[in-house]
């Protein structure tokens, strides 16, 4: 219980001290007009207040991540708090919080149009296949998880009420959500399902308190060993994403970014809403392992593959009917209203490199077909092995990500470092997890760590010597 609370108090403080630090480094000018005045279009760029930009972009990023991801990553024991901590501080929040920065001094630009800027031409044509192909995949997951459940939660005559039915509702939803003015369906509910979250996790955390069982404290992880012999590096860097960092963020902040009154709201928008995450994170992932008895074991068998098992148990249990209505906010509407969000950042990202205008429904449409048909396609994809490469897609996202922003950083002056440490771990993270993962190449551990760690380096080497010259260069 300890290291729980002082992971709280940390994230606390990290918020007031590192978020402001993060702020000065950045650079915020209030005086300075932002996109949502400048180019006002009554569909994306539309100026809405903080309270509303706050929970539409906690809501975006969050989803089920910081829920399911939190209960699977305290498999490895008491060190998933250290990374929830130290990942959301140091990483996730100063990611989100960069990404829609500098997203709004470029006029609301999509991700890959940011990257391109940075890191050149190349790398923009990787990210616009990277983040579409992220996205796409994002609608896909996010369609079959809640009509799974849906279809557990409801009656079932036929069709009516089969996951395929339910599939074809939640699409049909997707496809409104994506074409319509931002502030005419998603501004209305995210809101709702956005505090409904909140709430569900501030129940959660008075049981934590109120209800008795062990919790493994810190000075145990590194002897509490994953049930299936997974390390924790790579494997919990990956498990945990959203709650400590993850890729997929930095293709929601733009969306806020166009509708943010004033700069100085960035930080609560943008880093508060991942710190928010992190919170949420720390409750699931000490609540999980509470109501397991305090063992690894004790939680997988509980789980029994499915970690919508343990929100379930611990809602009912602990919170009795107003439990099972909120339990059913978070693990049916809360991936919902990541899979929308995630398809109408594909039509922006699209329509951004295409330089097609999105004034009209005939023009949103012509782009969103596509992307509508190929998320379709891949819904017919195994669930389990879909789910496993997202995870490592979003997770080298944020490697793109943190690079560019590194050298924004650097070519304006500011202490890249910030950046440049998580851009550097992240990378060894992500090519350690391909090279060791079942779905990767499965080799053995002592080439994966080694090939790993002279990728990271090589790779490290190539993009600071890349930004430095193109500074160099720029100022010549």
Same mark, same amino acid.
């Given at each position: 219980?300890?290291?729980?609370? %002082?992971s709280?108090l +940390?994230l606390?403080l990290g918020?007031?001290?590192?978020?402001?630090?993060?702020?000065?480094?950045?650079?915020?000018?209030a005086?300075?007009?932002?996109?949502?005045?400048?180019?006002q279009d009554?569909?994306?760029?539309i100026?809405?207040?903080?309270w509303k930009?706050?929970?539409?972009q906690?809501l975006?990023?969050?989803?089920?991540?910081?829920?399911?991801?939190?209960i699977?990553?305290?498999l490895f024991g008491?060190?998933?708090y $250290?990374? #929830?901590v130290?990942g959301?501080?140091?990483g996730?929040?100063?990611?989100?919080?960069?990404s829609g920065? #500098?997203?709004? &001094?470029?006029?609301g630009?999509?991700?890959?149009?940011?990257?391109?800027?940075?890191?050149g031409?190349?790398?923009?044509?990787?990210?616009r296949v990277?983040?579409l192909l992220?996205?796409?995949?994002?609608g896909a997951v996010?369609?079959?998880?809640?009509?799974?459940?849906? @279809?557990?939660?409801t009656? /079932?005559?036929?069709f009516i009420?089969s996951?395929?039915f339910?599939?074809i509702?939640i699409f049909?939803?997707?496809?409104m959500?994506t074409? $319509?003015?931002?502030?005419?369906? #998603?501004?209305k509910i995210?809101?709702?399902?956005?505090?409904?979250?909140?709430i569900m996790a501030?129940?959660?955390?008075i049981?934590i308190?109120?209800h008795?069982?062990?919790m493994?404290?810190?000075?145990?992880?590194?002897?509490t060993?994953?049930p299936k012999?997974l390390?924790i590096?790579p494997f919990?860097?990956? /498990?945990?994403?959203?709650?400590a960092?993850?890729g997929f963020?930095?293709?929601q902040s733009?969306?806020?970014?166009?509708?943010?009154?004033?700069?100085?709201?960035?930080? #609560?928008?943008?880093?508060?809403?991942?710190?928010t @995450?992190?919170?949420?994170?720390l409750?699931w992932a000490?609540?999980?392992?509470k109501?397991?008895?305090?063992?690894s074991?004790? $939680? +997988?068998?509980k789980?029994?593959?499915?970690p919508?098992n343990i929100?379930?148990f611990?809602?009912?249990?602990?919170?009795? &009917?107003?439990?099972?209505?909120?339990?059913i906010?978070?693990v049916? +509407?809360a991936?919902?209203t990541?899979?929308d969000?995630?398809l109408r950042?594909?039509?922006l990202i /699209?329509?951004?490199?295409l330089?097609?205008?999105q004034?009209?429904?005939?023009k949103?449409? +012509?782009?969103?077909?596509?992307?509508?048909a190929?998320?379709?396609?891949?819904m017919?994809?195994?669930?389990a %092995?879909l789910?496993?490469?997202?995870g490592?897609f979003n997770? !080298?996202l944020?490697?793109f990500?943190?690079?560019?922003?590194?050298?924004?950083l650097y070519r304006h002056?500011r &202490?890249?470092?910030?950046?440049?440490?998580?851009?550097i771990?992240?990378?060894?993270?992500?090519? !350690?997890y391909?090279?060791?993962?079942?779905?990767?190449?499965s080799l053995p551990?002592?080439?994966g760590?080694s090939?790993?760690l002279?990728f /990271?380096?090589?790779?490290?080497?190539?993009a600071i010597r890349?930004?430095?010259?193109?500074?160099?260069?720029n100022e010549?």
């Open positions: 219980m300890i290291t729980f609370i %002082v709280v +940390a606390v918020y007031v001290f590192y978020g402001a630090f993060v702020e000065r480094v950045f650079g915020i000018d005086n300075r007009q932002t996109p949502a005045f400048s180019k009554g569909v994306d760029y100026p809405m207040p903080l930009v706050f929970l539409i906690f975006n990023i969050a989803g089920t991540g910081p829920i399911f991801g939190a699977g990553g305290i008491p060190a998933a $250290l990374w #929830i130290l959301c501080i140091f996730g929040a100063v990611h989100d919080f960069m920065m #500098i997203s709004l &001094r470029k006029d630009a999509s991700l890959p149009e940011i990257v391109g800027d940075e890191l031409l190349g790398v923009r044509q990787v990210m990277f983040s992220l996205m796409v995949m994002v996010f369609v079959t998880t809640p009509a799974g459940l849906l @279809e557990g939660l009656p /079932t005559a036929g009420g996951k395929t339910w599939c509702i049909c939803y997707y496809m959500a074409l $319509l003015p931002i502030d005419t369906l #998603i501004g995210y809101p709702v399902f956005g505090l409904a979250l909140l501030a129940g959660v955390f049981g308190f109120s008795s069982g062990p493994p404290e810190i000075t145990e992880a590194f002897h060993h994953h012999g390390s590096f919990l860097f990956i /498990t945990i994403a959203c709650g960092i993850s963020h930095a293709t733009p969306m806020m970014a166009r509708c943010l009154k004033n700069e100085r709201y960035g930080r #609560i928008a943008f880093y508060g809403a991942m710190i @995450e992190g919170f949420v994170a409750i000490a609540a999980a392992i109501y397991a008895g305090g063992t074991e004790g $939680l +997988a068998l789980m029994n593959g499915n919508a929100v379930n611990i809602c009912n249990d602990w919170m009795g &009917r107003i439990g099972a209505v909120l339990a906010l978070g049916v +509407a991936p919902i990541s899979g969000t995630a950042s594909a039509r /699209t329509a951004d490199f330089h097609f205008p004034n009209t429904v005939p949103r449409l +012509a782009v969103s077909v596509p992307i509508f190929i998320s379709a396609v891949l017919l994809i195994d669930f %092995v789910w496993r490469y997202f490592w997770q !080298t944020s490697i990500t943190l690079w560019a922003i590194t050298a924004y002056g &202490r890249y470092i910030i950046t440049l440490i998580p851009a771990f992240m990378t060894s993270v992500c090519s !350690t391909i090279l060791l993962a079942p779905e990767g190449l551990p002592v080439w760590y090939i790993g002279v /990271t380096a090589v790779l490290s080497f190539i890349y930004i430095i010259k193109t500074k160099t260069k010549n």
